[in-house]
């Protein structure tokens, strides 16, 4: 398993980057980091209190921006472009703890022309609590580098 490279890291000055769910600089974000496992993408996370929706359990809106964010990471790391999610259907089976850690993983399911569909799951203490499959809409990386800003997304060594 390899960590992804944040290539956004050093340019908030020029680019504007805030993301909500990756930009480690932003004091309300999740500050999600990405490894490469094979032909999925992983993340590891850990909810704090400031994240529940019920009494000890994660919001289902945060669940559904990790499992959207790794997937966007993934599509990023393996195609070297930018996408846009265009269907996210998150099925929730088990209440998810705050204050325990998360693996969110994705996965590619199928390509249909420039409509990536991939499979995410959400698991905590070894046991799957949400899935999601989400469509993407992929850009051409001319686009992606010229109006979306894109950057190689590279592992480190």
């Not at 050093?10 to 490469?36: D, I, Q, R, V, W």
């Not at 994240?51 to 990023?76: K, P």
């Not at 989400?134 to 060594?157: D, G, I, N």
């Amino acid at each position: 398993m390899k960590k992804i490279i944040n290539p956004y890291v050093g340019t908030s000055e020029g680019l504007g980057y805030n993301c909500f769910a990756c930009a480690p600089h932003n004091p309300c974000g999740l500050k999600m980091e990405f490894y490469e496992d094979g032909e999925e993408v992983v993340s590891f996370w850990t909810p704090d209190k400031n994240y529940q929706g019920w009494l000890n359990t994660l919001h289902g809106g945060i669940q559904a921006t990790l499992m959207d964010e790794t997937g966007g990471w993934l599509i990023s790391r393996k195609f070297q472009t930018s996408a846009m999610t265009t269907n996210l259907n998150v099925k929730y089976k088990k209440p998810v703890p705050v204050e325990q850690p998360l693996e969110i993983r994705a996965r590619l399911k199928e390509v249909k022309r420039s409509f990536l569909i991939l499979e995410i799951t959400l698991s905590a203490n070894g046991e799957v609590c949400s899935v999601a499959e989400a469509t993407y809409y992929k850009f051409s990386k001319e686009m992606a580098e010229k109006e979306f800003h894109f950057l190689p997304y590279e592992v480190e060594e």
